[in-house]
């Protein structure tokens, strides 16, 4: 029996090593029919297809921050890269999701533990035996429960690390798209001023009407009505200006002393980035991929699941030196060398095994249907994006040419009203028309700017120069 247990070791260990591969989880074609079976992706964006403006070919570009040309707004963009504390919450989950995959990698290998004891005639338990072993123990992991816990891991780890650059890229966004709003609304309130300075105007024209008795005190005190209105719309766009820089301030990680300066125009949109094909989404953007790698960590964790029915195997190997000074110990070679192997099979667990599977299998099919629904936002944020540029670019070219005939018709307004021929309420229409139109310009200006970065978010561009994160075939070092 002893010539036997040799042989038993060593064919038990070739088994291990040959143990079975495990499956491969979903592919990314097989994952789109299951989680979206509705959604027939076309050759190109819907919104370039019923637009008559020009996009670019080619791929995605990376940098997109730097299109805009404004040296402030990157260092601002850094600088909430280095102090947000939501960033550092989505970098501890990095680390912790590290941890884990580095924990579930190490029960591939053998498990080797010291045992001392010692401590006079008693020794430390009052047994009297002193000595000190060393013990080894590998599970055999003939069913892959092992080799798919570490890949479900690895997986979790890529999906964490992706939304932690998700994370990093939305940031980015929220303090481009929080430094034009601050921007914009400094300008809001530079015109709310220079509408002021046209009410003042009217008012001193209609008192020297008054003077010369050609006006009344009626048209002077709507006059000044005015006047006071336009000053509240002053003091109410500063609140805001105060309010969006507080909101950049805090963006950045400062204290919110709305002392932060912003330009006094807006930038000018960069000329239309290269959108690629919509297939090309699912394969570039960090929250897609993310959602990608939990349905195999899923998969992997099902995987796992199945093979806790089965029986666990394992090698053992054994070299301990035990003495006593209290009692004399049976005669034997010391130290002695052991070596083994164990079988634990679950016998009767009242369904809890079975139930595992059942939720692992559960927790797949929501991780499937996460991957679907975030796909359909991904999409759904493209094609927002750039049908909102196109309307916008064409809502601008009417909105100027508004603003042209709105000022000439206001210069007009202002003649017929000192000679005469027209009574102040036309001025006044017409002085409240051109600062609509003018306030309607720059709300269409700084929405441009705004979905042109939402449309670079959405398209999973990086801002910066950055290494994209490398996630082909990471879960499949676990099948070798």
């Not at 932690?164 to 609304?185: D, G, H, I, N, P």
């Not at 969006?244 to 300066?261: F, K, M, N, T």
């Not at 082909?472 to 070092?477: E, F, I, M, N």
Request: aromatic residues 6%; hydrophobic residues 50%; proline residues 4%.
């Amino acid at each position: 029996m002893d010539l036997l247990r040799p042989s038993l070791i060593a064919a038990a260990a070739v088994l291990a090593l040959a143990g079975c591969a495990l499956k491969s989880p979903p592919q990314r074609d097989e994952l789109a029919r299951g989680a979206a079976p509705n959604r027939q992706l076309p050759a190109q964006w819907s919104a370039l297809a019923s637009a008559s403006a020009g996009v670019p070919a080619g791929a995605v570009a990376d940098r997109w921050l730097a299109s805009f040309k404004d040296a402030q707004l990157q260092a601002l963009v850094q600088e909430a890269l280095a102090y947000s504390p939501d960033l550092a919450v989505a970098a501890a989950r990095v680390e912790q999701a590290a941890a884990y995959q580095k924990a579930a990698g190490a029960l591939l290998y053998p498990q080797v533990n010291l045992m001392a004891r010692g401590g006079g005639q008693l020794s430390g338990d009052s047994s009297g035996l002193q000595g000190v072993g060393i013990f080894a123990n590998w599970e055999l992991d003939l069913w892959g429960r092992v080799r798919a816990g570490a890949a479900a891991a690895e997986a979790q780890y890529v999906a964490t690390a992706l939304d932690a650059e998700y994370a990093r890229q939305s940031l980015s966004a929220q303090v481009a798209k929080s430094w034009f709003l601050a921007t914009e609304a400094r300008m809001q309130k530079a015109l709310a001023e220079d509408s002021v300075k046209a009410s003042s105007r009217v008012v001193d024209l209609t008192g020297d009407r008054v003077r010369v008795g050609v006006g009344d005190e009626y048209e002077l005190r709507v006059a000044q009505a005015n006047l006071q209105t336009f000053r509240d719309t002053v003091q109410s766009l500063d609140q805001a200006y105060q309010q969006a820089l507080r909101a950049l301030e805090i963006l950045v990680g400062r204290y919110p002393a709305a002392a932060l300066s912003v330009p006094a125009e807006l930038a000018t949109p960069p000329a239309a980035p290269p959108v690629g094909m919509p297939s090309e989404l699912l394969e570039r953007r960090p929250d897609v991929i993310a959602a990608e790698r939990r349905v195999a960590a899923a998969f992997y964790r099902g995987e796992e699941a199945k093979a806790a029915r089965l029986p666990r195997i394992s090698l053992t190997a054994a070299v301990s030196s035990v003495s006593s000074e209290l009692f004399v110990l049976k005669e034997r070679d010391n130290p002695v060398w052991s070596a083994g192997a164990t079988i634990l099979a679950p016998l009767f667990s009242g369904g809890q095994l079975q139930a595992q599977v059942e939720i692992r299998n559960a927790e797949q099919k929501q991780a499937l249907a996460e991957y679907g629904r975030v796909g359909a936002r991904a999409f759904g944020e493209v094609e927002n994006a750039l049908s909102a540029g196109f309307s916008l670019a064409a809502r601008e070219n009417i909105l100027k040419q508004a603003v042209v005939e709105n000022q000439r018709a206001l210069e007009l307004a202002g003649i017929r009203y000192r000679v005469g021929s027209a009574d102040l309420r036309s001025v006044l229409q017409q002085n409240m028309a051109v600062y609509a139109a003018q306030v309607a310009l720059v709300r269409v200006r700084s929405e441009q700017l705004l979905q042109r970065v939402n449309l670079y978010l959405a398209l999973g561009g990086g801002f910066d120069e950055r290494a994209p994160l490398t996630v082909a075939g990471t879960p499949d070092a676990a099948k070798q």
